[in-house]
Structures are given as C-alpha cells and as structure tokens.
C-alpha cells in the first residue's frame, strides 16, 4: 500500500537511519556483543561502557535496512543510563509487543512507537529487534 | 505449439485475478518460485479427488491407478530432460534434496583425501553446503572457479577449470542471482577428459531454457517442480544409469526393499531405491502437468519474448542514476535473474517500497552468501522474470523505483 510504506518509512525512522544516534564504536568497552539476522544478511555490533550495573555510553554499528538502522538508533536513545538487567527486560517486552502481543508498549519507550508500524510487515519485525538482542546478549569483555 | 501473448498467459493463472492494495501484482520473484496455472492446480485436485491411493503396494484400482500417474509422471520428467530412460529419473523434494542425496550416494563414499571438488564463486547455497559437508567428511578439497567482471565464469578459469585431481564439477546451470547462463557443456567434456562426474544445478535454467540431458552429457542433473510452474515439494534428480546402479541408497525405509530379514535387506534398482517412504504422488502427477503446460508453447518464441524483455529491463533499469546492474550485459547471455542495487538504499528497503506498489521482487543475498562476499555487496535486489510478466511489469518496477528515491531523496 502505498500509503503503507508511507507510515512505515515515516520521516522519524528515515532521519533516524540517516542519522543515527550512538553509531560511533567505544573505545574501551565493558562489553560487547554481536547479532546476525540469518535471513537478510543484517549484521549489528553493539558495545557498552558501564557505570555499576547502569548503562553509561553505547555504541552500536548497523550493517542493514533503514528500519534495523532507525530502530538501532532510537533503542540506543532509550537504554542510557539505566541498568542493564532492566534495558534487556524492556527488550523482552518490546519483542513481545511487536509480536503482536496484545501486551502495551512500556513507556520508557515511547520513543520507539514509529515502529509500531512494522508490526504490520511481519518479515521485517526481526529487523527492529537486532540491536536489542545483542544487549540481551552483551557479554562481558574484562573482569574489572 | 501456441504463442500467445504474457496476457493470455496470465489468464491461465489464477492468482492473477487476486488484487494487491487495490492493483493486479507485477509478480518479478519467479526465481523463488513461480505462480501455477490452473491445469497445475487442476492435476493436484484431481489426483486427490480421484485416485489418491499409496503406490507400489495395493493391488485394488485405486493404488494401480496411482502407481500408473506415478510411473507416468516419471516417463514425463524423462521426457523433458531428453532423458534416455525414465529409469534415471529420480523424484524428490526439490532440488536441495536432489543434490544432497549425491553428495551423500556417490560422493561421500567414493571422495577421499586429495580428491578435488569444483565449484563455481555464483552457487546457490543449495550446491555448495553439501559439498562443504561431503569435503569435510572425506578430507576432499574445494575449488572454485571465479567471476569475470559482468558474473560470468572467467575465461582463464574456465580454462583450467578441471585437474587430475578433480573427481567432481558441481556446477549451476543459471545463476538463480545474477542469471548467467554458464557453458556447461564445455565444462562437462573438460570434466569428462580428466575422468571427473558433473552435477548441474538446473533448478534455475529449466523454467526458461531447454535442457537436454544427453546433449549436455552430464552425470547427475537436478531440478525443483515450483521453479517451473509446478508443485512445491516435488523435484527431480537425473543420473546416468551406470551411477545410480551402482549407488547405495541415501536413506532406507518402506517402498524400496526387495526382499527384507532381520539383519540385511536387497534394494529396489534405482531409481525406485532412492525414494523410500511414501511418495509425493500428487505432486509428481502435477510436476507432469507442469512440464506439459510449459512446453506447450514454443520454446524458441518464449526464449526470444524473454531476451527482449531482458533487454527492456535492463534499458529502463539502467537509464536511473544510483542504481547499479549486475550480471551480463548481453541479455542473451542471461535467463530470468536482474539483480540490482540501489545506492544508499539497503535492498530490503526497496524491496519493501516496491511491495507497497504491489511489485513482488525479492531484497537479500538469495542463498548465495559467497557471492554476494565475492561482489562486496551484503545484499542485492533481484527481479525475476516468468511467462507471464511484460514491459508493463517493468515499466511498473522503474515507477516503483521513482518512489524509492522519493522516499530517500538525498538531503
Ligand atoms: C540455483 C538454485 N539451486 C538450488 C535451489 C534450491 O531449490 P529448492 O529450494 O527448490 O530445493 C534454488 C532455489 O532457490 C536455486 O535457485
């Protein structure tokens, strides 16, 4: 639908995938991780520098399409700042509400409802959640 | 013989008559899989309206009815190839399956440390990861033969493209990314002059090329029934009888044993030792109707509507600024495939906008990891063409283009 790939490819998502926020990799980052979507190809490298248990910078590199690229960036904007256990727990509830789960979005990420409107290309949906799987696996890089 | 025109063709596709966002499909995926006429859909309710029974085991009319669509399906596919017997026509899945059961028959038994396998840089991963596997296992060694400029095979590695180590040549026939028709001919008598088999990757060339099995003088050839406007999981394998006679079966079961005791068991002859379980009969029965509805038409006619609509996309394509074509340049050269990229645009993205236009093309690296490493690209964007697509399909695809680029339009 045309008006379809209009609210999909919102001008949010397009200055988002232009722009991204957070792109730059960490020079000493406290961890680390790597997500591969197996059907596109998509590539994501995520790194973290810590304070305690709370995020304090993040990096992320996309290698993909505009919404993993977009949706990259305004996850990147949301995590800051708060601890990891709890970013990878909105990342749960994020993928759950993109499944289509009647399950409302949390409001901490209210920034990210631009991508409500994947939820209607269902091949695409895994491209919003690439950088949040690589938080939920951020491995640790050096015992401190 | 009938040549009617992609319009009339389309009528024969009931799929055609359903609307996407309020407009008919421009259907440009045919090399993932193509629509099916009706006579496809027709055989398939047919067959399970009539005469579903299992094969090669009842004696009531029913089973004998289905062994005879069965046997008869098999003397079809026999018959498309130019196949010599019906004997060598193995059913299977598809093509994945086709190849896989060599790699595991013939290679991996026979392969040994030392022994070389050829490939070529533009396989579908349906032809490189059971040679991988069988490498792996025997301790024999991979070779690829490289790309020229336009995704052609080239001339210096096609010259060397066999040793005395080369056991086998595993080759596509049509490059399912970049549409290069390789000359596999040649390559098999080269392979033939070194005492090395040859598998053919034909999942791509049948649906638009004549393919001809003793002409080409393979060992094993191995095609899917969806690709050519059959049912999906229905393909075919093709091996020269001295081959399959001499294989053990890849898999065992019910429907291919002569005689069973408890410790032994005499195979079937081949093919029917190759295809243990039951059967897709229906699908079989359909792949017939599949192989009759294509080559109802002129081949020759077709052929030559597609290179001019090659040649028309290719133009139209070619004239946007950013967007990059790749394979030959030479539309003749080619059957089906026109990949392409858009700059600053991930094909994905295209492939999405182009969809809201009610185009079906495909966004990825369409099996083919190797060759997209080997182009630099992560992913390309793939039209493909079938019977019944026309300059109108494309002229809907440059519109869709037009879009993309306002979509992301340069700030
Ligand atoms: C060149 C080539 N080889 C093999 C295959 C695998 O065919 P199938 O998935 O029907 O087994 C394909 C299909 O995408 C193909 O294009």
Redesign the pocket.
């Known amino acids: 639908m045309t008006e379809d790939a209009d609210t999909l490819y919102r001008e949010v998502i397009l200055e988002h995938a232009r722009h991204p926020r957070n792109a730059a990799p960490l020079e000493h980052p406290h961890r680390r991780a790597r997500a591969v979507n197996p059907l596109c190809g998509d590539e994501l490298e995520l790194t973290l520098t810590m304070d305690g248990e709370a995020i304090r910078e993040i990096g992320i590199q996309v290698r993909g399409c505009a919404i993993a690229q977009a949706a990259a960036s305004l996850m990147s904007k949301a995590v800051k700042g708060i601890a990891l256990s709890e970013a990878q727990a909105l990342g749960r509830a994020f993928a759950d509400h993109m499944h289509g789960d009647e399950t409302s979005l949390p409001a901490e990420l209210d920034g990210l409802r631009p991508l409500e409107a994947v939820k209607q290309h269902r091949s695409r949906i895994n491209c919003t959640l690439l950088a949040w799987q690589a938080l939920g696996e951020a491995a640790p890089l050096v015992e401190k | 013989m009938s040549f009617p025109s992609p319009e009339t063709i389309r009528a024969d596709f009931p799929i055609f008559r359903r609307e996407f966002h309020g407009r008919p499909l421009a259907y440009l995926d045919n ?2 899989t193509t629509q099916k006429p009706r006579a496809v859909i027709e055989a398939l309710v047919d067959f399970y309206e009539h005469h579903n029974a299992n094969t090669h085991s009842g004696v009531h009319t029913l089973s004998e009815e289905a062994t005879e669509l069965y046997e008869e399906a098999r003397g079809r596919a026999a018959r498309f190839l130019n196949a010599p017997s019906p004997r060598c026509i193995v059913f299977t ?5 086709a ?1 896989n059961l060599v790699a595991q028959s013939w290679a991996r038994p026979r392969l040994q440390p030392g022994d070389e396998i050829v490939l070529t840089a533009m396989e ?1 991963h ?2 490189l990861l059971p040679w991988q596997q069988v490498a792996r296992e025997t301790g024999a060694s991979l070779r690829y033969l490289e790309l020229d400029g336009e995704g052609r095979l080239a001339t210096e590695h096609m010259e060397k493209a066999v040793t005395e180590a080369t056991r086998l040549l595993a080759v ?1 026939h ?3 990314v970049l549409g290069t028709i390789n000359p596999v001919e040649r390559l098999v008598r080269q392979a033939r002059a070194v005492g090395a088999l040859t598998i053919v ?1 034909a ?2 060339s049948t649906p638009h090329l004549p393919v001809d099995v003793q002409a080409l003088d393979c060992d094993f050839l ?1 095609f ?1 029934g ?2 050519v406007y059959g049912p999906m999981g229905i ?1 075919v394998l093709y091996g020269k009888s001295e081959h399959l006679d001499a294989m053990e079966p890849h898999a065992s079961g019910g429907g291919m044993v002569l005689r069973v005791e408890r410790d032994g068991a005499d195979w079937m002859e081949a093919p029917w030792r190759f295809e243990a379980g039951t059967p897709n009969v229906a699908g079989a029965v359909a792949l017939a109707a599949a192989l009759d509805y294509l080559q109802g038409f002129d081949g020759e006619a077709l052929r030559g509507q597609e290179i001019a609509l090659t040649g028309y996309a290719l133009e139209r394509l070619g004239e946007r600024s950013g967007l990059r074509l790749y394979g030959p340049s030479d539309p003749a050269q080619r059957a089906g495939a026109i990949p392409f990229s858009v700059e600053g645009v991930h094909p994905h993205d295209v492939a999405e906008i182009l969809d809201g236009q009610s185009v079906a093309v495909r966004g990825g690296h369409h ?1 083919c990891q190797p060759l997209m490493a080997h182009l630099g690209v992560p992913a390309l964007v793939r039209a493909s063409l079938g019977l019944y697509n026309d300059t109108n399909d494309i002229d809907r695809l440059a519109e869709g283009l037009e879009r993309v680029a306002g979509i992301f339009r340069h700030d």
């Open positions: 090399a993932a899945s598809g093509t994945t399956a190849i579908h349906s032809n596509t049509v490059s399912n990757d999942a791509q191995a899917s969806h690709k393909g099996c």
